[in-house]
């Protein structure tokens, strides 16, 4: 008889698992770790840094990963809100979860209501992108206005998903 796993692990998919998370706050870290042990543990798992070519459209790539992963783990931190790869890649993966995308949010030293409420780091990263939008003008600003609010309204929803809550565990 197969296991859970296996009937996971031969799934029609690409990939098991889409890993996001914020290079600069835990490549070297927790996401490492991470990324290792479901390697170790079977599954075919995409990161942006192995998983694109240079030259590659980096857009298209990361939505076609999604797109051909069973699930997403985002790896949520500090300073994830001032990385609009980041949040861009959030929207993505929500957008899946209509077909079936399972998603798994890890709160990595933040706590879930900093993104429900766009409070502490959450906030900081919001004023950068606020900041922008007053240099903006014409097409761009309405633009740049929306996605704002299309990354607020997918913080507020991811918030809400269960998932780990790593707070306080920097340290490790």
Same mark, same amino acid.
């Given at each position: 008889m197969k296991s859970q796993q296996d009937s996971f692990l031969n799934c029609r998919f690409t990939y098991h698992v889409f890993l996001s998370f914020r290079g600069e706050d835990t490549r070297k870290t927790f996401s490492d770790h991470l990324y290792t042990a479901l390697i170790h543990a079977g599954f075919r798992t995409f990161r942006d840094d192995h998983g694109l070519e240079r030259g590659e459209d980096i857009k298209f790539e990361l939505e076609k990963a999604i797109r051909e992963s069973r699930m997403s783990i985002i790896v949520f931190s500090k300073r994830y809100a001032t990385s609009t790869?980041?949040?861009? $890649? *959030?929207?993505?993966? *929500?957008?899946?979860?209509?077909?079936?995308? @399972?998603? *798994?949010?890890?709160?990595? =030293?933040? =706590?879930?209501? #900093?993104?429900? #409420?766009?409070?502490?780091?959450? $906030? &900081?990263?919001?004023?950068?992108?606020?900041?922008?939008?007053?240099? $903006?003008? +014409? #097409?761009?600003?309405? #633009?740049?206005? $929306?996605?704002?609010?299309?990354?607020?309204? @997918?913080?507020? &929803?991811?918030? =809400?998903?269960? +998932?780990?809550? *790593?707070?306080?565990? @920097? =340290?490790?």
């Amino acid at each position: 008889m197969k296991s859970q796993q296996d009937s996971f692990l031969n799934c029609r998919f690409t990939y098991h698992v889409f890993l996001s998370f914020r290079g600069e706050d835990t490549r070297k870290t927790f996401s490492d770790h991470l990324y290792t042990a479901l390697i170790h543990a079977g599954f075919r798992t995409f990161r942006d840094d192995h998983g694109l070519e240079r030259g590659e459209d980096i857009k298209f790539e990361l939505e076609k990963a999604i797109r051909e992963s069973r699930m997403s783990i985002i790896v949520f931190s500090k300073r994830y809100a001032t990385s609009t790869w980041c949040l861009e $890649e *959030l929207v993505m993966i *929500l957008k899946r979860r209509t077909s079936g995308h @399972a998603i *798994l949010p890890v709160f990595y =030293d933040v =706590d879930p209501s #900093e993104l429900r #409420e766009q409070n502490g780091s959450f $906030e &900081e990263g919001f004023a950068r992108h606020e900041e922008k939008l007053k240099s $903006e003008i +014409g #097409e761009q600003k309405e #633009e740049l206005k $929306e996605k704002i609010g299309t990354w607020r309204a @997918a913080l507020r &929803e991811v918030a =809400d998903a269960t +998932g780990m809550n *790593l707070k306080n565990q @920097a =340290d490790g």
